[in-house]
């Protein structure tokens, strides 16, 4: 069964940093690319970085680039999110999957980004 357990959030002030973690089961994780998402409250899900199944190609979403660095370790069938220059408004509950989404979703981890 395919299941993504996200892990590293928490309660940070504005400058700070984090990084988070999610373990994949379930899934042939060296080949598939895998994203972070995330949701703030009342917003919708969207999409904040992706990386190729290598780990070569990565892209983010503008208002993360520069700040925000995606990782995977295919050995570890792990993906990381190295969070840099928190700012408020990325205050959301992140999660990782598939870079093409599936129907399985973890519970997501926590960040709080205080100002």
């Known amino acids: 069964q395919v299941q993504f357990v996200e892990s590293g959030g928490g309660l940070v002030q504005a400058g700070g940093s984090l990084r988070l973690s999610c373990a994949a089961s379930g899934i042939l994780f060296s080949i598939v690319p895998m994203g972070w998402y995330r949701q703030a409250p009342g917003q919708q899900r969207e999409l904040v970085a992706t990386?190729?199944?290598?780990?070569?190609?990565?892209n983010y979403a503008d208002s993360v680039k520069g700040r925000f660095t995606i990782s995977k370790d295919n050995a570890k069938n792990t993906v990381y999110l190295q969070m840099n220059s928190l700012k408020p408004e990325d205050t959301a509950v992140y999660y990782c999957?598939?870079?093409?989404?599936?129907?399985?979703w973890g519970q997501g981890t926590q960040v709080t980004v205080s100002s």
């Open positions: 990386i190729s199944n290598g780990g070569r190609t990565t």
């Open positions: 999957n598939t870079k093409s989404g599936t129907d399985y």
